[in-house]
């Protein structure tokens, strides 16, 4: 847990000058627009894969599955992570290899299997038999990872109870696997999003170590350690450069998985989040009382509309006006729904600058992962998010 | 809050064949599709305003903003709360007079206000002194109801702290309102969302008749009562006829509000939840390991494709099943996507049939409401939702 344990101080990554933030600072936007920088999304890349040394990386596109971006890393060489027969499509049409994606979802619809398995991906993952028997029938053969789950309260987004079995369950799915015809290549977790601290992947490695070994007793030959995704974006608490983060948790996958041929891993949110930012308008500004302590900010953009990931609070995106640097106070921001659903930040406001007015502009800084996907379609009170990557 | 205060028993609606059930059952679905039948929400909005005698109906069109349903409440004779351009589009594109069109979302783009004045419409909600001027620039001279803040702890989904003012802070709002030329035409609150009881409406009335005297005392000739919506739908939880529920909401504000000239209502759910179900697949059923206590059934859709509401699992819809009358054990679902956020009922499973197998068709019974716009636009897992209004 504690960071100093890698002999190196931790540094933000600074809010530099990129080029989605000059676009925005250059051009007029009538609604809420996303602008994404395919040189950022290519950096990140870069850095990511220069920690991460051998292990190879697999798009988690549903962070940000805008065809430049998808494009933009099959040129760089990155494999992807799959979730249904749309992705599919969308990465083979930007010229993906079907050998570079990972079927990852475990909830597969037995139609999205034999497209897959039509289209030559040969990797899935699977977490119970269920799943097995629908691989085994639409994808004859091909190399299943069984997902285990694992337990990260440090995550800032801590990993799921629902998707992946439980480490003792793993030798018997295996069992089952091979039984059906599969090729039992490996495991794979997710240690939850946004692990902000490297050294708390450590625990997560922990509970895998005896599961591998209990898989390889069992006399599976396992070849792949899909290690997830969980690397972090800056949204205004620090973290280490990409590829410093990526250095330290395949150290960590090295000290007790050497011996293993191939190493894999899924980001989504590291590289495309801060390559992205989010322009939006203040629509109204009001105090609910004189007594309120703080004051409403309604935006044109909210939780339904792109900003999905404020629920619980978990990502706090770091916000900039043209009134920064004046004095600021606390604000509660709302959508332009009128939805309670709609309301972000109210457990803990955000600061504003206290001369922020109807009309304002203001930019959510990072905001490339899970906004693009996360708006509500159909919506009567607002169109999607646009998206433009520049 | 006991429902035996009206002196008649209360019934639960019946899940009869309808419609949108018949058309359901004589169809094949390749994709997640809500069949909503216009005869259920014409018979829907006879019912409810016949209880509701002399309050006129403005359809809550975030409900259900599908064309047809529109159209079909034209005909009827409904006016519409409306909450963005978009809104007053589609109303008017299906024939509605702007006359019976409020515009009652209270974080109202400058744009917007001005294009619903353009378009004829004389009615809009506020809740601050900052969306008065904005009305007072873009509308001059227009018709404002103000919005005030209740509790209503009772309600299945109690009304947001988040739109609404102070009712101390009315009067106040009510003098900047007719200093800026507009018209001080009356008052409007939300008590909350699926109020099961009637009975539960008395103490929110309650909290109403002082703000309403305050204002009438500070000299504003208000003529209109706005009661918001609130009206249930059956979801498993008895509750009374449209007709009754309606009749019983009424006498209790005539009990306190017969000397107002006007009363609305703005009711969604009541009006198009019943007449809509969704038509869903098994995808997957797992049991995590032989210990659970609960299988997995993973469908084609979930909460982040058309199922919103389930979240914080006030509203748990009936599930229909070709095992229906076997022997049934609870279920946690899932949607399609392997994210956290897709997982269903993870609280409080839901009782399926133990026969239940992937290939099983599950019908998600009255949800015609918050369904059709909840889901995601863009996803890379599914597409949205599909709806057929018959």
Redesign the interface.
């Known amino acids: 847990m504690n960071a100093t344990a890698f002999g190196a101080p931790r540094v933000a990554t600074p809010i530099f000058a990129d080029r989605a933030a000059a676009y925005i600072a250059a051009h007029a936007f009538d609604r809420p627009t996303l602008v994404v920088s395919r040189d950022r999304v290519a950096m990140q890349y870069e850095q990511l894969q220069s920690g991460l040394g051998r292990a190879a990386i697999h798009y988690a596109?549903?962070a940000n599955?805008a065809p430049e971006v998808i494009e933009t890393l099959v040129s760089m060489g990155a494999g992807f992570e799959v979730?249904?027969r749309?992705?599919i499509e969308?990465c083979l049409s930007r010229g993906a290899d079907p050998d570079t994606m990972c079927f990852?979802?475990?909830?597969?619809?037995?139609s999205d299997i034999a497209f897959a398995y039509a289209a030559g991906i040969r990797l899935f993952a699977a977490?119970?038999?269920?799943?097995l028997h629908?691989i085994a029938v639409h994808a004859p053969g091909v190399r299943v990872l069984v997902q285990v789950?694992v337990e990260n309260p440090m995550a800032d987004?801590p990993?799921?109870?629902?998707?992946g079995?439980?480490p003792?369950?793993v030798p018997e799915l295996m069992d089952i696997a091979r039984d059906l015809g599969l090729v039992t290549y490996g495991l794979s977790f997710l240690g939850g999003s946004q692990i902000r601290d490297s050294a708390d992947w450590y625990p997560v490695l922990d509970q895998i170590v005896p599961v591998w070994h209990a898989v390889r007793e069992a006399g599976h030959d396992v070849q792949l350690l899909n290690i997830g995704g969980g690397f972090p974006a800056f949204y205004g608490k620090s973290i280490r450069s990409p590829r410093a983060y990526a250095a330290d948790v395949m150290a960590a996958v090295e000290a007790r998985f050497a011996d293993v041929a191939q190493i894999m891993a899924t980001p989504g949110r590291a590289l495309v989040a801060e390559a992205g930012h989010i322009v939006a308008e203040v629509?109204?500004?009001?105090?609910?009382?004189?007594n309120d302590l703080h004051r409403?900010v309604?935006l044109?953009i909210g939780h339904?509309s792109g900003l999905?990931e404020t629920?619980g609070e978990a990502i706090r995106y770091p916000l900039v006006t043209d009134h920064d640097g004046t004095d600021t106070g606390p604000c509660?921001l709302?959508?332009?729904?009128?939805?309670?659903?709609d309301?972000m930040y109210?457990k803990r406001p955000v600061k504003l600058p206290l001369g922020l007015a109807?009309?304002d502009r203001v930019v959510i800084r990072n905001a490339g992962a899970y906004t693009?996907?996360?708006?509500?379609?159909?919506?009567?009170?607002?169109?999607?998010?646009d998206v433009i990557v520049i």
Request: glycine share 6%.
């Open positions: 596109m549903r599955p979730m249904s749309r992705d969308l990852g979802n475990t909830l597969k619809c037995a977490d119970c038999s269920d799943e629908k789950l987004m990993p799921s109870r629902s998707f079995c439980r003792s369950d629509v109204t500004v009001c105090r609910k009382s004189e409403w309604g044109n339904s999905a629920d509660v709302s959508g332009p729904t009128s939805e309670a659903s309301v109210q109807r009309g693009v996907n996360t708006s509500w379609a159909g919506s009567d009170f607002i169109p999607p998010l």
